[in-house]
């Protein structure tokens, strides 16, 4: 069962990914150059996703309210009112959706049915063989979830450093009996931009990462319930 759980996770984060689900002579480059990239963009779009969509709608509501207001004259109350409900209103809605817009994972029915596919194709039908399969799904997200925390310290270690850095050269520098000059700021400065610019890049690397397995381990969960309802039903 591990070798099967091992090809069809493989198989699955193909499909995920947009990738062939067959293996040939070059998956193994493909999978280490290529695979990464690719899975923090498809977990980068699934995290934006409704960012993108409060932009788009806000822009289109301010367009029709920038026609508006040059066709109408409108009170400056009115107008206000109207801006506000384009941006807030709109973040507002999007921010308390259904949990049918986002309980998936992103999760479909073309997604889930490939999954479904990808287990026949490793001969994965009877319920034991189903409930085996989910039992090592389980460990993976383990896994996943221990890779994930491994990412949050690295980041804490990083501002730990920094911070025990800073401190010791500021108390170097109050010993000395200097003054802060301009050119000892603009370098802390600096170094504080370049540390903020790492924590965000490796923020949204993190979470890109943790929603595109969440993505990945959904499908292979709603592939395994499919599965076992298919088999019920025949």
């Not at 287990?119 to 389980?138: G, H, P």
């Not at 310290?153 to 200097?178: A, P, T």
Request: hydrophobic letters at 50%.
């Amino acid at each position: 069962m591990f070798i099967k759980t091992k090809t069809i996770l493989e198989a699955s984060e193909s499909a995920l990914l947009g990738f062939s689900t067959s293996r040939h002579l070059l998956s193994p480059m493909q999978r280490l150059f290529f695979y990464p990239l690719v899975y923090l963009k498809v977990g980068f779009g699934d995290f934006t996703r409704p960012m993108a969509v409060w932009s788009f709608t806000s822009f289109v509501l301010l367009i029709l309210l920038a026609i508006l207001s040059s066709n109408v004259e409108l009170p400056r109350e009115a107008f206000l009112i109207f801006f506000n409900v384009s941006m807030w209103g709109v973040l507002l809605l999007i921010t308390f959706l259904t949990p049918s817009t986002y309980a998936f994972y992103g999760a479909t029915d073309a997604s889930v049915n490939k999954v479904v596919d990808i287990l026949n194709d490793n001969n994965v039908k009877s319920e034991a063989d189903i409930e085996f399969l989910e039992c090592n799904i389980e460990k993976i997200e383990l896994r996943i979830e221990a890779r994930v925390n491994f990412y949050k310290w690295v980041i804490g270690v990083f501002w730990g450093l920094y911070i025990l850095l800073l401190n010791f050269q500021l108390r170097v520098f109050s010993l000395s009996e200097k003054t802060f000059d301009e050119e000892f700021l603009r370098s802390n400065f600096e170094d504080f931009l370049y540390v903020m610019v790492f924590t965000v890049v490796s923020l949204v690397a993190m979470v890109s990462y943790k929603r595109a397995s969440n993505m990945l381990i959904a499908n292979l969960q709603y592939a395994c319930i499919e599965q076992k309802f298919r088999n019920q039903a025949t």
